[in-house]
């Protein structure tokens, strides 16, 4: 016996109370399950692919300014290298040592310059994260919520 008035259905006396006073089939019910379960899928695909574009943008910006540093300490480790040749060759020679002053002058400008490119890289690295945080943490507000409507329900 359904009282629609109400929204109660009875069973064998027993009562089942509906919320909006009308009977839903399984199938309808399975077909919104479905599709707010699509909802959710997409909506945390769409926020793991933001939160990963933003990383290929900071990589991009990163990745150059590092193989920069990488090019400039090579320099400046090959400089350092030509000084230490040129101190060894002046000290058997007892000539004047403005070979090696020189060198060792543009070796500490390319190290300088190496340094400060490396910061800016590890900068932009830095304010960046690898991993997208924000999609777990709204991970991890689903699984809550989840379990808390699981134990409402049960």
């Not at 574009?53 to 990163?62: D, G, I, L, V």
């Not at 540093?69 to 040592?97: D, H, K, W, Y």
Request: with cysteine; net charge positive; proline share 1%.
């Amino acid at each position: 016996m359904i009282d629609r008035s109400e929204g109660v259905h009875r069973t064998n006396g027993e009562a089942v109370h509906y919320r909006n006073g009308s009977e839903r089939s399984l199938g309808s019910i399975v077909a919104e399950i479905k599709d707010e379960l699509k909802e959710f899928v997409n909506t945390r695909v769409a926020m793991i692919k933001a939160e990963l574009q933003e990383t290929m943008t900071a990589a991009k910006t990163a990745v150059p300014l590092a193989l920069i540093a990488l090019a400039l300490f090579a320099i400046g480790f090959l400089l350092l290298t030509m000084a230490a040749v040129v101190l060894v060759a002046f000290a058997f020679a007892g000539s004047a040592l403005s070979w090696f002053y020189a060198a060792i002058i543009v070796a500490f400008v390319w190290f300088c310059l190496g340094a400060s490119a490396a910061f800016f890289a590890y900068n932009a690295f830095r304010s960046h994260s690898r991993f997208p945080q924000r999609t777990v943490q709204v991970l991890k507000a689903d699984k809550a919520w989840l379990q808390t409507e699981a134990r409402s329900v049960s």
